[in-house]
């Protein structure tokens, strides 16, 4: 997918990931995932987003170039994966929630020892980057690269499934409760909505499992 088209405000991305496949290749084999469910975060005026408060060591992906992998650990135990987008210094990203393995079963099984079904191998953002076998090694990787271990390619352009909005998962606070999470209807491996539990912190509510 051309860079260009992750260039773009964050809104207009994330429904284009929809589809999209996601290949990730290591030693042990490649993995495909085609992307089902998938979370929009801005920057300082989206109170659920790790750049709400500016850059630092851990977001500095966020911030440009477009087009690259924003990967962070999450609860001392999950990796998430995120796809950079909007103008370079502009930061934004796309969480992606969801998909389907569509390629590369077995290895995603043998990563995800868990799973009930093959619809579990990706259902969830920490279950996919589990799958895909991702992790903070593949911080920063230029998704357009056709040489990096990890791209983003076009899905099916024959086929227009209907795109729903809804509240992201987890997101709590004033400014956060927003219909920025998109998915596929009609697909089993969407993941489960969690409404969002307000707690008292220091810092703004980052989401569940979000940027």
């Avoid at 408060?53 to 992998?69: D, E, K, Q, S, V």
């Avoid at 990203?93 to 009930?116: C, D, H, I």
């Amino acid at each position: 997918m051309p860079r260009r088209l992750f260039g773009a405000p964050v809104l207009d991305v994330a429904p284009g990931l929809l589809g999209a496949l996601l290949v990730a290749d290591s030693p042990q084999g490649r993995v495909t995932v085609r992307v089902t469910e998938v979370e929009a975060y801005a920057g300082a005026d989206d109170p659920g987003s790790h750049a709400a408060r500016g850059r630092t060591p851990r977001n500095a992906a966020m911030f440009g170039p477009p087009g690259h992998l924003y990967v962070y650990f999450t609860y001392g135990m999950h990796w998430c994966v995120n796809v950079v987008c909007q103008a370079d210094g502009d930061p934004a990203a796309v969480l992606l929630r969801a998909g389907e393995v569509v390629e590369g079963q077995a290895l995603a099984a043998a990563r995800r020892t868990s799973a009930r079904s093959v619809r579990d191998l990706a259902r969830g953002p920490a279950r996919l980057a589990q799958a895909l076998g991702l992790d903070g090694k593949d911080y920063g990787l230029d998704l357009t690269d056709r040489s990096s271990p990890v791209r983003l390619l076009p899905g099916r352009s024959d086929v227009t499934p209907r795109v729903v909005r809804g509240p992201r998962v987890g997101v709590a606070g004033p400014g956060g409760a927003r219909d920025w999470r998109l998915w596929l209807e009609g697909e089993p491996t969407v993941s489960s909505y969690r409404a969002a539990v307000l707690r008292r912190r220091s810092m703004p509510s980052s989401g569940t499992l979000g940027p």
